[in-house]
């Protein structure tokens, strides 16, 4: 019988997924690691060899702790879950001129309800990640709040996180730093695993060419979009491009014309095919539009009141002030002028290190 309880725990294979598996267990706590099968690289039409959560040298990386630490370990697939919502919704962002963060999508709807869902089967109390993060409780309300580490702090991207989610999630990683993990994994006999390189890409695009993977997920899409056209901001036609689904806001790269001077992508009207360009002043807004919110904290995004606000991951972020809450919407008006408000991103609220809550930025204004 465990001392704790019994914690189903997401392994990757990586060295933070692994260190909360062992943390846990020297805690008392009876273990059982679970891999999530979510995508198979040959589907994306990429060229580089596989690596990440997915591939088989993971998958076998976080069987062999199991072997070592003599707890149960099980692989699931979710690879008709993920596509049919993660990779459609990725798809659909795009062609719709947004730009998704299909991380977090997946964070939240796929694998901590498939996680649930496994636990329950399992008898497990309590799931288990590696992200850096904490988890707090009060009056009754459960949170997301940051780290230890501020560098490697991933509050930004649990912020779609339901009550019961995090009413059964621990996160062992949220009073170490990035060094001490590795550590950790290096005391415990893990050398090899110490210095493995972390990736920072889209799992289904792990060559990090999404333009490949959207012409290979949409049929005929070069032919659809041919022939778009690159306006300045009075509207007036300046070039023009491949298609707006390969450009995203605040682009100022790889944009196929050279105009003399830098130029960044301020606006993507999917309906005419148009990429709007400007000077990188014309990225700024004052305010946005958010929906699909989520809120943590409290049951009602609090009105009126300056909370700081991301809205990207990494944004060393900015004051702003809630001016309307409507069921799923959210009317923000920042502080200080904000550049580069990219629909398709989350936008997550904080007050002090706690996580209000989120939700997905609709158009800046």
């Given amino acids: 019988m465990s001392k704790h309880g019994k914690v189903l725990v997401a392994m990757s294979g990586g060295i933070d997924s692994t260190v909360t598996a062992m943390l846990l267990q020297d805690q008392g706590y009876e273990i059982v690691g679970i891999t999530m099968k979510t995508w198979d690289y040959a589907n994306s039409g990429g060229h580089k060899k596989e690596t990440g959560c997915c591939s088989l040298d993971s998958i076998n990386d976080a069987r062999q702790v199991a072997v070592d630490r003599d707890f149960h370990h099980f692989i699931i697939d979710i690879r008709n879950e993920f596509g049919d919502y993660v990779i459609d919704d990725f798809v659909n962002e795009y062609m719709n001129g947004r730009t998704p963060n299909p991380c977090i999508l997946c964070n939240t709807h796929i694998k901590w309800e498939a996680l649930l869902k496994r636990a329950d089967a399992m008898d497990c109390e309590y799931i288990a990640t590696g992200h850096y993060a904490r988890i707090n409780e009060d009056n009754g309300r459960y949170y997301v709040s940051r780290a230890e580490d501020l560098n490697k702090d991933q509050s930004y991207v649990l912020w779609g996180l339901s009550q019961e989610c ?40 792990p060559d990090n060419n999404y333009h490949n993977f959207l012409k290979n997920r949409v049929d005929g ?20 491009h491949k298609g707006y689904p390969f450009f995203t806001i605040g682009q100022r790269r790889g944009l196929g014309m050279a105009f003399g001077e830098p130029k960044y992508v301020t606006d993507i009207l999917p309906e005419s095919n148009t990429v709007v360009l400007g000077d990188q002043d014309d990225l700024i807004k004052n305010g946005m539009k958010v929906h699909r919110i989520n809120s943590m904290k409290y049951k009602k995004f609090p009105v009126n009141s300056e909370l700081f606000t991301m809205i990207r991951y990494n944004d060393k972020g900015s004051l702003a002030v809630i001016n309307e809450c409507q069921d799923d919407s959210l009317d923000v008006e920042f502080l200080s002028n904000v550049r580069g408000i990219a629909p398709g991103q989350s936008a997550v609220f904080y007050e002090g290190d706690d996580v209000i809550g989120g939700g997905v930025i609709y158009k800046g204004v």
Avoid: H, N, W
């Avoid at 009073?175 to 050398?191: F, H, I, S």
């Fill in 166 to 205: 995090m009413s059964r999630t621990l996160f062992p990683l949220a009073d170490l730093t990035k060094p001490e993990v590795r550590q950790v994994a290096e005391d415990m006999g893990y050398t090899d695993l110490s210095k493995k390189a972390e990736s920072y890409e889209i799992c289904f695009v």
């Fill in 221 to 240: 899409l070069e032919e659809k979009v041919a022939g778009g056209q690159f306006v300045d901001v009075k509207g007036e036609v300046i070039g023009s």
